[in-house]
Nanobody
Framework: QVQLVESGGGLVQAGGSLRLSCVAP????????MAWYRQVPGKQRDLLAS???????TYADSVKGRFTISRDNAKKTVNLQMNSLKPEDTAAYYC?????????WGRGTQVTVSS
């Protein structure tokens, strides 16, 4: 079973920064666009940022200018640098890979932003 592993979540004050990382198996990471989503209880999982295998990025309006997605092909890692965090950014954050028509997910990492 394909497993993506997220790390880097935690508790931070408003205005602070966190960096999330996600490691994927090489056979998935190498050819896959990667993305970060987040979800709060009772709501749908929302796409925040995506990056193609060649490095083209897209962002949701809610995080544009504050979050940066990047990928390290040597380490098979996709990162999400989150700056100027707000209490409304509090959520579980999930890494996603799309490969062969399938979606692969990590178990998520919790980000809590205090006011």
């Amino acid at each position: 079973q394909v497993q993506l592993v997220e790390s880097g979540g935690g508790l931070v004050q408003a205005g602070g920064s966190l960096r999330l990382s996600c490691v994927a198996p090489e056979n998935i990471f190498r050819f896959s666009p990667m993305a970060w989503y987040r979800q709060v209880p009772g709501k749908q999982r929302d796409l925040l940022a995506s990056i193609t295998k060649l490095g083209t990025t897209t962002y949701a309006d809610s995080v544009k200018g504050r979050f940066t997605i990047s990928r390290d092909n040597a380490k098979k890692t996709v990162n999400l640098q989150m700056n100027s965090l707000k209490p409304e950014d509090t959520a579980a954050y999930y890494c996603n890979a799309k490969s062969g028509g399938d979606d692969y997910w990590g178990r998520g990492t919790q980000v809590t932003v205090s006011s």
